[in-house]
């Protein structure tokens, strides 16, 4: 619409929309206005009533005509067509990573001579010559060495196959760094940090764009099967944001109002998970725990339904063949008994050390990263810590798979059709019970060795991910801690289980455990450490207890994940309250307002805003004295984001707010298209500008982008309730007054650098534009 | 702003989304003869060792009885045996994972060739041009930045939108490379 039409009609809209309505955006004037800039923080409540001015318009409209109605009926449902979209692509793109990892993992060793596109057990699906002791080797699937040299077995094949698979490795993650230094430098890491500092309100453009998506999951392949000691699942809920950044271009409800758009976004978050783990209620859960800043019952509705679609996607893809969303799906019957819960809860303890060990290390070493000459070669750093976890990780055959069948095998009980090597018990010859409900066995021989290198796997898992987290391609944790958690649950299961099996006679087990009986099933022990593991890292609890409980489908299992969890999370809040990605948000400086954080200091609201006692005086407009040349100085001489209006420099008394962006696109539109605005033309925020002689330029009214209900406080309110206020409403700045004087301005980056302070630390790294 | 850009990318997005629906029609089709199995897993049983049988069949019929074949033990031990094999119905999509991977190893080798470019063929040009443009030289990008979009409002051929898109892209992604690898303010 056009400015003229725009601005008389501006009047009687507000008094029509009464009090509550901060500004008439719905015809804007000129384009851009509402929007924000690079690295600054939305101001959540300027946008809820932009969208509820919206709507009021919708609804007052669709009265007038069916063409209206069936507008505003299709508005209404925009919010669940984008969740059907989010759902379909990022299940779909989940799907392609899981083919395409699977692929390439077993590139790395070999290759389908029937159709290259085959992975090594795709290969052999239909292979009938399988014998029981080599059930997975089929004439289709060739080694690299067998392939080269005709032989499969010996020294020569097997260093071969070694620097074959050593080589693969550096090609896929040297494929990976280059591909994101060059296309997409938002694309490395995990995402969680950083989608959550957006969720809570900041905007970091092409964090969530097209570039970044494409790069992320064709990358994500890449790092995932050159074997790093990393996962796909934090990098699935940043490419589920992604999708929904996409879609929400689609529709202007979202486009253009950057709240409305958050509450997509965690919605997406929770398709992510939901994808990544098959679990599409603790999706849910976790957007609503972990990730959401604002997260009303709307919202979650529409995660729900996105969690669905893309699981239901997903599904229908069935990328692993055993119609299951993930590989390590597992399904036990086996009950479980209170005694049992001793090694549960030392298994919590074991996560959260682990926990606190990682956070520790590996944020010294991101700041090491950041900090030092080791950040100028972050392609080389990656090409480095590939060769050296391939190089150690071949010799042992728990590391040189993948990690997601590690876990697979690890949680997967032993029946008396398994043949690895953790399955080696010596089995009772005359042995005819069904497969489910086996005894327990004395461990043979396999157990046993397959136990030191189990050991030799959890050292290396736990040193590497540590160096692994953070470098500059896609990188996940949730894998690599639930595999360190899942190898020493496993470890301490098998213990048990043979303790119970030689020792019967011992008190503890005496009524729990009769010989003959299944009464230990190690995959459980493995699991509750994942779980362990995993919460001591992202301290995740209520969502990561209901996405175990989904991996396994038994209810029963829940009692045991939920004391792991939570004794993980006791101690390692012991040593730390911040979760992994809460930390590398410090790190980075995020201006993120932890909801979780309690603020006890004693200040006063007059102690943290600005200007201070010995600064120049703050910057105003008085309502109607400026002009534009004053105004356009003002905004060239400084860097604030939005200037408080006042009657009049004497009086002080406060008008309104008015933003730094709109205020230049309003003088910039208005210096193009309206004639007779000139440098010396006075500006108006009054209703209406007094009637002027001919001879006087013409005056600019500025009312519209004038915001009315700034949010104030009084100077004596203490910090602990602005701290709430910024909190709970997502202000961007909150303005002192003392019986409607002005006296300063807090922003959100006052409260953040005040909170730094009073928690000793830097209040100059907290990053703001 | 962009509406020429974000025009040609809502168009590649569709054509994405086509290319992934395609691809479910695929495996949606009828499951190929080679696309389902019934695999029965047998354990060792008295002196007979443990065996692994592989049939095509419909789900109805994956059982032991049915997949196993020919049956190592005499007929009274069937039942005991039988109970012991561990049978299991599954089914794949080959076309999926075909269809896929092609797909996936298309689009990387796409992404290296355009790097490629990038990296060695766009500096000789630039570099040719910036002979007989001297103007187009690289100043600080956000003097940029009018240029270009200045630019984009006068080209009107596809050519020039598509390098009007390009340029600026490619600042953002310059942008985007000093905040993270550079500067080490985010991400790091």
């Known amino acids: 619409m056009e400015a003229g039409e725009g601005v008389s009609s501006a009047t009687p809209t507000e008094e029509m929309n009464g009090a509550g309505n901060l500004m008439d955006f719905l015809d804007e004037p000129f384009p851009d206005v509402g929007t924000y800039e690079d690295f600054h923080t939305i101001d959540w409540l300027r946008e809820k009533s932009r969208d509820t001015d919206r709507h009021r318009k919708i609804t007052s409209k669709s009265k007038e005509s069916m063409w209206e109605l069936i507008k505003s009926l299709l508005d209404a449902w925009s919010g669940w067509v984008v969740m059907l979209l989010i759902g379909l692509l990022s299940g779909t793109l989940a799907g392609v990573i899981d083919l395409a990892v699977d692929w390439m993992t077993d590139l790395k060793e070999g290759v389908c001579l029937s159709a290259f596109w085959y992975s090594h057990e795709q290969c052999c699906w239909t292979s009938n010559e399988t014998t029981f002791d080599d059930r997975d080797k089929c004439p289709q699937w060739q080694k690299w060495a067998e392939l080269m040299t005709g032989n499969a077995e010996g020294a020569g094949a097997y260093v071969l196959n070694y620097f074959l698979y050593i080589l693969w490795a550096l090609l896929f993650s040297f494929l990976a760094v280059s591909l994101v230094r060059v296309f997409a430098p938002y694309a490395c890491g995990s995402g969680i940090p950083e989608i959550k500092t957006i969720l809570s ?10 570039w970044t998506l494409l790069i992320k999951t064709v990358t994500l392949v890449l790092v995932v099967s050159s074997g790093l000691s990393l996962g796909k699942e934090g990098p699935l809920v940043h490419v589920a944001c992604c999708c929904a950044n996409l879609f929400c271009s689609l529709f202007s ?13 965690s919605a997406a978050a929770a398709a992510g998970v939901s994808v990544a783990f098959g679990a599409p209620i603790g999706g849910v859960l976790f957007s609503l725990e972990e990730v959401s800043y604002y997260f009303p019952l709307k919202t979650l509705w529409r995660s729900f339904f996105a969690a669905l679609v893309a699981a239901f996607t997903l599904r229908s893809i069935n990328p692993f063949g055993n119609s299951r969303l993930v590989l390590f799906y597992v399904e036990y019957h086996t009950p479980w008994y209170m005694a049992e819960l001793v090694p549960f809860i030392l298994l919590g303890v074991f996560g959260g050390l682990w926990g606190t060990l ?3 290390a590996n944020i010294a070493w991101c700041r090491r990263r950041k900090t030092t000459q080791l950040g100028k070669y972050p392609v080389l750093e990656v090409i480095a810590v590939t060769g050296i976890t391939a190089v150690l990780a071949y010799p042992n055959p728990y590391t040189r798979r993948s990690t997601s069948e590690l876990i697979s095998e690890l949680f997967n009980d032993c029946g008396a059709l398994e043949s690895s090597q953790l399955c080696d018990y010596i089995n009772n010859p005359n042995m005819s019970r069904p497969v489910d409900d086996i005894p327990d066995r004395p461990a043979g021989p396999g157990v046993y060795s397959a136990l030191w290198q189990l050991a030799l796997a959890l050292v290396f898992k736990i040193v590497i991910t540590i160096f692994t987290f953070g470098m500059k391609i896609p990188s996940g944790l949730f894998i690599p801690s639930m595999a360190v958690g899942a190898i020493a649950g496993r470890i301490v299961g098998i213990a048990v289980e043979q303790m119970a099996y030689h020792h019967h006679d011992w008190i503890i087990f005496k009524n729990w455990c009769r010989p003959g009986a299944d009464c230990v099933t190690p995959g459980l022990y493995a699991m509750v450490g994942a779980a362990a593991c995993l919460g001591g890292v ?20 829940i009692v045991p994940l939920m004391a792991a969890a939570v004794t993980s999370k006791w101690v390692a809040d012991a040593f730390g309250k911040e979760s992994i990605y809460e930390s590398h948000i410090q790190l980075n400086g995020y201006p993120y307002l932890n909801v979780r954080d309690e603020f006890t200091h004693r200040t006063l609201a007059t102690d943290v805003m600005r200007p201070r006692r010995n600064d120049p005086p703050l910057a105003v407009l008085t309502q109607d004295t400026t002009t534009v040349e004053d105004v356009e100085t003002l905004i060239k001489d400084t860097d604030y984001n939005g200037f408080p209006v006042v009657v009049s420099r004497e009086s002080e008394r406060l008008i309104g707010f008015v933003q730094r962006r709109d205020l230049t696109l309003a003088i910039k539109n208005a210096r193009q298209k309206q004639d007779g605005v000139v440098s010396s033309s006075v500006v108006y925020f009054t209703e209406d500008a007094p009637q002027l002689p001919a001879s006087n330029p013409q005056p600019l009214k500025l009312r ?6 700034p949010f ?3 100077d004596h309110t203490p910090m602990e309730t602005v701290v709430d206020i910024f909190r709970k409403l997502g202000l961007r700045q909150c303005l002192v007054t003392r019986s409607g004087r002005l ?5 959100k980056k006052d409260v953040l650098r005040h909170m730094a302070q009073m928690m000793n630390q830097d209040p100059d790294s907290i990053m703001f534009n | 702003m962009s509406s020429g850009r974000e025009g040609s990318w809502n168009l590649i997005s569709a054509a994405v ?5 395609l691809d479910a029609v695929v495996f949606a089709q009828a499951k190929s003869f080679e696309d389902v199995r019934c695999k029965c897993i047998c354990p060792p049983y008295r002196n007979i060792t443990g065996h692994i049988y592989n049939r095509n069949d419909s789900q109805k019929d994956c059982n032991c009885l049915h997949v196993v074949d020919p049956m190592p033990v005499p007929g009274h031990d069937v039942e005991a045996y039988c109970l012991l094999c561990e049978c299991k119905y599954e089914e794949r999509s080959s076309n999926t994972i075909k269809v896929t991977i092609i797909i996936y190893l298309s689009v990387v080798g796409a992404l290296l060739l355009y790097m490629l470019f990038l990296l060695l063929v766009d500096p000789l040009i630039r570099k040719r041009d910036r002979y007989t443009q001297p103007l187009h030289n690289e100043e600080d990008s956000e003097e940029m930045h009018p240029q270009v979009d200045g630019g984009l409002a006068r080209g009107n051929t596809v050519l020039e939108r598509v390098e009007g898109a390009q340029q600026r892209w490619k600042k953002q992604v310059q942008e985007q490379r000093k905040t993270v690898f550079d500067r080490h303010k985010m991400l790091s």
């Open chain 1, 704 to 709: 519209r982008i004038l915001n009315l209900s």
């Open chain 2, 17 to 21: 989304v086509i290319v992934f629906l």
């Open chain 1, 712 to 714: 104030t406080v009084t």
């Open chain 1, 743 to 747: 006296l300063g301005i807090i922003t």
């Open chain 1, 358 to 360: 990682f956070i520790r």
């Open chain 1, 538 to 557: 992202t301290r995740m609890t209520v969502s990561l207890v209901v996405i175990m409980f989904e991996l396994t489908g038994g209810l029963e299992y």
């Open chain 1, 253 to 265: 409800k979202y486009s253009k109002n950057e709240g409305k758009r958050r509450e997509v976004l």
């Open chain 1, 201 to 210: 309100g900041f905007i970091i453009r092409g964090y969530l764009g097209k």
